[in-house]
């Protein structure tokens, strides 16, 4: 088959939204089929930009390439899902969040425009009528189904994919006294709860954060809080790491810590899987909850301070606990079937 | 359900800020009401139905409006109190309630004379009427042509207040059937509201003595203009023979007080009338009850409903008005009209006639009482205005998309050469928006569809593209 992977991009940001469509991309390539993926640029403000971008994906004719028919569309993300199709099949990261789960939360923007609520309603709108065009409909994780049964009544089937490389994670013999944090740093993420929980442990959890800042100057703003709650000696800040190097302190990690707010899947969940790491998240985190299970494979805390930095104590004052949760958590994801062939069986099913 | 309510609050002098006092205890039991003002001062007594916040237009709060369900914007004719809300509802979408039919005054005050730029009163006035609307405009603002009624009477402007809205509420059935022709936004009428006293029983008009020894009282209040008549009353009181059978009052600042004390002297009339200025109102509640005959005389009118008639009525007081616009849509029995060509011919007859039948004019009285208690209570207003916000709510996304619709013909406009963009925005302008049907096919913009402009730039490919595009969301 032709099939196009239909895709939105903020030019110049790479993330694991990216990743995906790649590996998607590769595996229908490796199952016999001619893949592309087409990449929708997206600016985001101000927000009557939104809808020219919604329009612009209307206006797209991608049925035919050069004569030869196209015969799937696959919609990944917000608007490029919106793009027409014939045959199109949805299998969604996740909707414009401010306009519906974060519309009123501290990290909204949508909501200080004051057209705010006139491009939410218009961008929901739009999603209960276009989406339903789709033959059928997957979402990337039982969290991001349930906010599309939520907000717009469209029933979708949670389907779980494998992180990038996913083979090649591996746990070293003996574990470092460290917690690892990969993600990049963004607001969404909270490495800032992480650091004002540390100030508050009782052990002297140290911690090390991989990934570059999403916005200008918020890894000097994460490095001055880490300063001003004197914890800043037992944070180490990596930046951007490569896949290999990330592998490696996957492996010698004690655990791995990621808490952030309402995540639609997060591959970090299934990388710490993979790498046999016990993964300490948040009640309020979404996707990992779908994969840890409290003092099974991780520890699930609540989003205060209090509790997360009882949780790190917990996994810094139990190594043992630690490994035989993470072993678990990596026989848990094999039972998952989580791999790329299982995907796209699904999605051309 | 959470409101956004900018209007003038008491005690602006303004009916429009006691009529916000009036619904506000009915509409609370429908919603959650936030009362935003620029004034310094406001009444406390609001706070007992609604929080009182401050806004400033330079640093406006645009998410904690957007918490609301809904904002609603008060507009009338005067740019003091209604400048500051219509520069918010430019921004931030929601219904409008009109408190004038005509908006000409209001712009005109506040391009010319509040913010010294004829240049943009004059732009609004080329994009909604044309060159004609222009070169009027441009006589007008150097003092010659037209007078401010005619302008306001022949370009009343009234769609540029609703440019941004969501929804529009009026209180005349007479703006309901105009602007139904020329908008396609939500829109409801609803008749002013006013409640009866609450310590009478429904049916029960205040008791007002049967009209005793002369002279009758004549009251004349509010905010006295040009368009109020004092002059002819004056006139029409002097050259009546029986003119010492009466005395008149009258409450409220007046536009050209100096020119109405001039010709009360030169009338004769120092005995008779009596200029009491603006006063609390308690005061003029008093004088409401003490008095035997309301004249409530509007030449040219706005085309408002009248507050002060309902006052007027609350009080079981007999009235003259004008018949014109929505006093001459009031029910016989209720009023006793003035013609514009006859006034003070009519004025003397009706004054003539209640010397000999005063119980006729008293049941008059009467009658307003119960018509008010019938159609104006406060809570028949809350939902009606209940109804319409959840109409407007669902216009919201489509308003987006009108804007979408704008923008993208101004688009296709300036490469297909076929369609000039200014042109076609006048066509939109006069249309004011899109139609929506529920059926996709009624979706394809149907104005547009029909008009000779629309036809020619649809010739282009991308256009009809464009549009399929728009009717599927």
């Not at chain 1, 020219?52 to 993300?77: F, N, Q, S, W």
């Not at chain 2, 029995?333 to 009706?350: L, S």
């Not at chain 2, 809570?379 to 209940?386: D, G, K, P, Q, V």
Request: with cysteine; hydrophobic share 40%; aromatic share 10%.
């Amino acid at each position: 088959m032709r099939i196009l992977i239909a895709t939105a991009q903020v030019p110049f940001i790479r993330g694991g939204a990216e990743a995906h469509a790649e590996g998607l991309r590769d595996a229908l390539r490796a199952e016999g089929h001619e893949a592309e993926i087409i990449w929708i640029p997206f600016k985001w403000y101000p927000p009557d930009k939104i809808l020219d971008h919604m329009l612009a994906c209307r206006l797209l004719d991608v049925t035919e390439a050069a004569g030869l028919r196209v015969d799937l569309l696959i919609g990944l993300k917000f608007p490029a899902y919106l793009i027409p199709h014939p045959n199109k099949v949805l299998w969604i990261l996740h909707q414009y969040r401010t306009a519906y789960e974060l519309w009123d939360h501290a990290l909204s923007d949508l909501i200080h425009w004051p057209n705010g609520a006139e491009i939410r309603d218009a961008i929901r709108q739009a999603d209960r009528q276009i989406l339903p065009e789709a033959k059928s409909i997957f979402a990337n994780s039982g969290n991001v189904a349930r906010r599309l049964k939520d907000f717009c009544g469209i029933e979708a089937v949670p389907l779980y994919h494998p992180p990038p490389h996913a083979s090649t994670f591996y746990c070293a013999a003996e574990a470092r006294e460290y917690l690892f944090f990969p993600s990049r740093l963004n607001r969404l993420k909270r490495q800032s709860l992480v650091l004002e929980a540390l100030a508050r442990t009782r052990a002297a959890v140290r911690v090390s954060f991989a990934g570059a800042p999403a916005e200008p100057d918020y890894a000097e703003e994460l490095q001055a809080l880490a300063r001003k709650l004197k914890v800043h000696e037992r944070v180490e800040w990596l930046g951007e790491v490569t896949e290999e190097e990330k592998r490696r302190l996957y492996a010698h990690a004690l655990g791995v810590i990621y808490t952030p707010l309402d995540e639609d899947y997060g591959y970090v969940t299934l990388e710490a899987m993979l790498s046999s790491k016990a993964l300490i998240t948040c009640a309020d985190s979404g996707g990992p909850l779908e994969f840890v299970r409290d003092e099974e494979t991780g520890l699930v805390s609540e989003p205060t301070l209090e509790a997360l930095a009882a949780a790190m104590d917990k996994l810094w004052a139990h190594p043992r606990q630690a490994k035989a949760w993470g072993e678990r958590g990596k026989a848990l994801y094999e039972r998952l079937d989580i791999t790329w062939p299982h995907v796209v069986r699904r999605l051309l099913s | 359900m959470k409101l956004n309510w900018f209007s003038p609050l008491p005690p602006a002098s303004t009916d429009i800020a006691h009529y916000t006092t009036r619904v506000l205890a009915a509409l609370r039991r429908h919603a959650e009401v936030t009362l935003w003002t620029d004034q310094d001062k406001w009444d406390s007594r609001l706070n007992e139905h609604a929080e009182v916040r401050r806004y400033k237009l330079r640093r406006m709060r645009w998410a904690e409006l957007n918490r609301g369900d809904m904002s609603i914007y008060h507009i009338g004719n005067n740019p003091l109190f209604h400048g500051s809300i219509w520069q918010v509802s430019q921004r931030h979408p929601g219904l409008v309630v009109l408190h004038d039919q005509r908006l000409h005054h209001f712009f005109a005050g506040l391009y010319r004379d509040r913010w010294r730029d004829t240049a943009a009163y004059l732009a609004q006035m080329e994009f909604y009427y044309g060159e004609a609307g222009r070169s009027d405009a441009a006589l007008w603002a150097s003092n010659q042509g037209l007078k401010i009624d005619e302008m306001a009477e022949r370009y009343p402007l009234t769609l540029l207040a609703l440019e941004n809205a969501l929804g529009v509420l009026v209180h005349t059935e007479e703006a309901f059937h105009q602007l139904t022709g020329v908008s396609q936004r939500p829109m409801a009428y609803a008749p002013l509201p006013f409640a009866a006293a609450l310590d009478r029983k429904p049916g029960q008009p205040p008791a007002r003595d049967k009209p005793g020894g002369q002279p009758y009282r004549l009251i004349v209040f509010g905010y006295i203009s040009n368009n109020r008549r004092l002059d002819a009353l004056l006139k029409a009181l002097a050259d009546l023979p029986e003119r010492d059978g009466f005395r008149l009052d009258v409450y409220g600042q007046i536009s050209d007080e100096r020119e109405v004390r001039a010709l009360v002297h030169g009338l004769g009339l120092k005995n008779l009338v009596r200029l009491h200025g603006f006063v609390p109102e308690t005061e003029l509640d008093a004088a409401l009850g003490a008095a035997h005959l309301a004249i409530n005389l509007r030449y040219p009118t706005m085309g408002e409903a009248s507050g002060s008639q309902l006052r007027i009525w609350s009080h079981a007081l007999p009235s003259l008005v004008t018949e014109v616009g929505w006093y001459a849509t009031l029910p016989a029995n209720t009023v006793a009209r003035v013609r514009p060509a006859h006034e003070i011919e009519d004025i003397q007859a009706h004054l003539r006639a209640f010397l000999s039948e005063p119980t006729r004019f008293l049941r008059m009285g009467e009658e307003g009482y119960r018509l008010l208690e019938e159609q104006h209570a406060p809570e028949i207003y809350a939902r009606s205005l209940m109804n319409l916000v959840a109409r407007a709510e669902q216009y919201r996304n489509y308003s987006a998309s009108e804007r979408l619709a704008h923008k993208a013909i101004r688009e296709v406009s300036a490469w297909t050469g076929g369609a000039k963009a200014r042109e076609t925005l006048q066509v939109l302008a006069r249309k004011n928006s899109l139609i929506y049907g529920k059926t996709k096919e009624e979706r394809h913009l149907p104005w547009l569809r029909d008009s000779a402009l629309f036809k020619r730039a649809m010739r282009s490919a991308t256009l009809q593209r464009f549009v399929r595009a728009l009717g599927d969301y």
